[in-house]
């Protein structure tokens, strides 16, 4: 067993009450004009804001500190048209097939079918991949531990980052999703878990006249 190390904690900052409450109060302003756009712009992005979002994505708590997830950036167009056939493929599927009626229902909301063109149109593709056990140097395999719980904070972190840097996101889920894999040449040991689209909206972008739930419907006080 290897020998615990601390060191003191440096890192931490404390607010005055009103500081804070002013801090907490501008955060949800600032995310609650987060929202998922499926009209992307193919302007160009930055490579240094999606290092700096991944960056901090990496921060993110997790299971026994593994960090079991890897993240796959891409900006090619040949790659980037393979996934959008490989999704497209999946969500006829899904549409036509795997669906059920109350599942369609509740899309028909969001204005969703089986066309993704945003795969292509967006500059970046982050494909997101869980990983469900490391491969140690003599080739044995040890577990990783909380794989999806570390993953999706991880993700969730990345979809704020993006979005505090002044881009869109779409989080984008056909399924199965083995086919990332394939494209991207990722290992046994990764799973899929999100495909996230990047990028600016499109100048004539629009979404679903919907809210989020409040308060009093989320959360509950004892």
Do not use: C
Not at 155 to 174: K, N, S, V, Y
Not at 179 to 200: A, Q, S, T
């Amino acid at each position: 067993m290897s020998e615990t190390n601390f060191i003191p904690l440096t890192t931490y900052r404390e607010y005055p009450e009103g500081e804070m409450k002013e801090r907490a109060r501008s955060f949800y302003e600032e995310v609650k004009r987060r929202r998922t756009i499926r009209e992307f712009s193919d302007r160009p992005v930055p490579r240094e804001v999606i290092e700096h979002a991944l960056l901090a994505a990496g921060t993110a708590p997790n299971g026994a500190n593994i960090q079991p997830w890897h993240f796959v950036v891409v900006s090619d167009a040949g790659i980037k048209k393979q996934i959008r056939e490989a999704a497209e493929k999946e969500e006829h599927e899904f549409y036509t097939r795997r669906a059920t009626p109350e599942w369609l229902e509740d899309l028909s909301i969001l204005g969703t079918d089986e066309r993704k063109p945003f795969l292509e149109t967006a500059p970046y593709l982050i494909a997101i991949f869980e990983q469900s056990y490391r491969v140690m140097a003599d080739g044995s395999q040890r577990k990783n531990y909380y794989v999806v719980e570390s993953t999706g904070i991880a993700t969730g972190i990345l979809i704020t980052a993006l979005h505090h840097a002044g881009l869109a996101t779409l989080t984008h889920t056909p399924s199965p999703m083995g086919f990332l894999n394939d494209i991207l040449k990722r290992p046994k040991n990764e799973k899929p878990f999100l495909l996230l689209v990047v990028g600016y909206p499109a100048e004539d972008a629009s979404v679903p006249n919907i809210s989020k739930k409040g308060l009093g419907e989320i959360a509950t006080f004892l």
